[in-house]
């Protein structure tokens, strides 16, 4: 257990629809990181948020978006969903800014229909 | 980012050793990372190299080779639960955040 906890566990939705995946980081960790795990593309870094501000966007889509509390959970936001966005998205969390490990979550497995 | 290659997938005997390796581009390289990942499961961190050389920790070690823009990871004394895939990660220029790899999945057979 990396005490990173991801919610919910699965989340099965419909074409156009929009869904929101929470992440709470362990105890003390700043940094909140979010993966993205399709089978065809391996593990895809989409967003990096630290202390509550946006640090490090990657192959985001315009239509996913995120953000962290002042509590240090983090949300991402999905929307106008296609059957490509069925993945494993996984957050992660690690002290620092530039932390040399990321604990990740157990992920959120995304089914689109 | 970076550009990870490692190979798709390998096999290998319960006690054995196997070697994972892993190549990325060498400009403005800046940290090497090893993950393992179980089928359905979080990664999970094994090591991080920057500089070159051997690290070992217990079973796992993981080599680097900076000039070379080559690292593997080597496991001994293999056990079943070793089956899984092992991500390999690489930080360059500025960024902070690793480009993964597609991961190498290792099936360890009795």
């Known amino acids: 257990d990396s005490g990173v906890t991801q919610t919910p566990k699965h989340l099965i939705t419909a074409t156009g629809q929009r869904v929101t995946l929470r992440c709470s980081p362990r105890?003390?960790?700043?940094?909140v990181y979010w993966y993205q795990q399709s089978l065809d593309q391996g593990l895809q870094f989409l967003i990096h948020?630290?202390?509550?501000?946006?640090?490090a966007k990657g192959n985001i889509l315009e239509r996913f978006s995120a953000q962290q509390f002042p509590d240090l959970h983090s949300e991402l936001n999905l929307s106008s969903l296609e059957l490509g966005d069925s993945a494993l998205y996984f957050c992660?969390?690690?002290?620092?800014?530039?932390?040399?490990?990321?604990?990740f979550g157990p992920g959120t497995r995304l089914t689109v229909l | 980012g970076q550009n990870i290659d490692q190979p798709t997938e390998m096999t290998a005997t319960e006690g054995a050793i196997v070697q994972i390796n892993c190549t990325y581009q060498?400009?403005?390289?800046?940290?090497l990372f090893w993950y393992q990942q179980h089928a359905g499961e979080a990664p999970t961190f094994l090591s991080y190299?920057?500089?070159?050389g051997l690290e070992e920790k217990g079973r796992f070690s993981s080599f680097l080779s900076r000039s070379k823009g080559y690292s593997y990871l080597l496991l001994k004394e293999l056990q079943m639960k070793d089956s899984a895939s092992y991500l390999c990660?690489?930080?360059?220029?500025?960024?902070?955040?690793?480009?993964f790899g597609r991961g190498t999945s290792l099936i360890v057979h009795p």
């Open positions: 992660a969390s690690s002290g620092g800014l530039a932390s040399n490990e990321q604990f």
């Open positions: 105890s003390g960790d700043l940094s």
């Open positions: 948020y630290y202390n509550g501000e946006e640090r």
């Open positions: 060498t400009s403005g390289f800046n940290g």
């Open positions: 190299n920057v500089l070159d």
């Open positions: 990660a690489g930080r360059s220029g500025g960024s902070y955040i690793p480009t």
